[in-house]
């Protein structure tokens, strides 16, 4: 079964497509996660052939490359949990959450395209993250790192990037949504 995409307008009217041109759903979804997962791990192989912990600064110093291997979630939260806690938490869980957030997109019946294109991006982030800890010994390859002085981000990698702006959109999402909801019933 191939469910159409449906844009919406700024205040959520559904667009209608023009007959013949809607995309797949699940053709968005897994394009977008194709596309995630792929440059996540090309870019994480390169960095792990040309990197060292040693950081190299690009841009004056706006991005610093720096080779890490990351046992815990974002900035090395939960790094000094047991290996086994770690596994149950960073993979197990990771992977059930990816799962769900694949249904939800490919299911939920009134997702706008962006909140597909949203979704698929946090699902190809977790997969690339996936891929690492299920191939490198429950480890995260981290490579890049954002800032000016002293405000910097921490060591990350493309996956992390795609899950943050993906999950930052579903938020902006909800909230448009929510206020159009109470803006209606006025």
Same mark, same amino acid.
């Given at each position: 079964?191939?469910?159409?995409?449906?844009?919406? /307008?700024?205040? %959520?009217?559904? $667009?209608?497509?023009?007959?013949?041109?809607?995309? *797949?759903? &699940?053709?968005? @979804?897994?394009? !977008?996660?194709?596309?995630?997962?792929?440059?996540?791990?090309?870019?994480?192989?390169?960095?792990?052939?040309?990197?060292?912990?040693?950081?190299?600064?690009?841009?004056?110093?706006?991005?610093?490359?720096?080779?890490? /291997?990351?046992? %815990?979630?974002? $900035?090395?939260?939960?790094?000094?949990?047991?290996? *086994?806690? &770690?596994?149950? @938490?960073?993979? !197990?869980?990771?992977?059930?959450?990816?799962?769900?957030?694949?249904?939800?997109?490919?299911?939920?019946?009134?997702?706008?395209?962006?909140?597909?294109?949203?979704?698929?991006?946090?699902?190809?982030?977790?997969?690339?993250?996936?891929?690492?800890?299920?191939?490198?010994?429950?480890?995260?390859?981290?490579?890049?790192?954002?800032?000016?002085?002293?405000?910097?981000?921490?060591?990350?990698?493309?996956?992390?990037?795609?899950?943050?702006?993906?999950?930052?959109?579903?938020?902006?999402?909800?909230?448009?949504?929510?206020?159009?909801?109470?803006?209606?019933?006025?």
């Amino acid at each position: 079964m191939t469910l159409s995409v449906t844009d919406r /307008d700024a205040v %959520g009217r559904t $667009l209608r497509p023009e007959p013949g041109k809607t995309i *797949s759903r &699940r053709r968005i @979804v897994g394009v !977008v996660v194709g596309a995630t997962v792929g440059l996540d791990q090309v870019t994480k192989l390169v960095a792990l052939r040309r990197l060292s912990p040693t950081a190299i600064h690009i841009w004056g110093d706006l991005v610093r490359l720096q080779l890490s /291997d990351n046992a %815990g979630a974002f $900035l090395g939260l939960g790094a000094k949990l047991s290996p *086994s806690l &770690r596994f149950w @938490v960073f993979t !197990v869980a990771s992977a059930a959450m990816v799962l769900w957030v694949l249904a939800y997109a490919l299911r939920t019946d009134d997702l706008p395209r962006d909140g597909i294109v949203a979704m698929a991006l946090v699902a190809g982030g977790g997969i690339g993250n996936l891929i690492d800890r299920t191939s490198r010994g429950g480890k995260v390859v981290d490579f890049l790192n954002f800032g000016l002085g002293h405000l910097r981000t921490g060591i990350l990698n493309i996956a992390d990037i795609a899950i943050f702006f993906g999950a930052l959109y579903v938020m902006w999402v909800a909230v448009q949504a929510s206020r159009r909801s109470v803006d209606s019933d006025d």
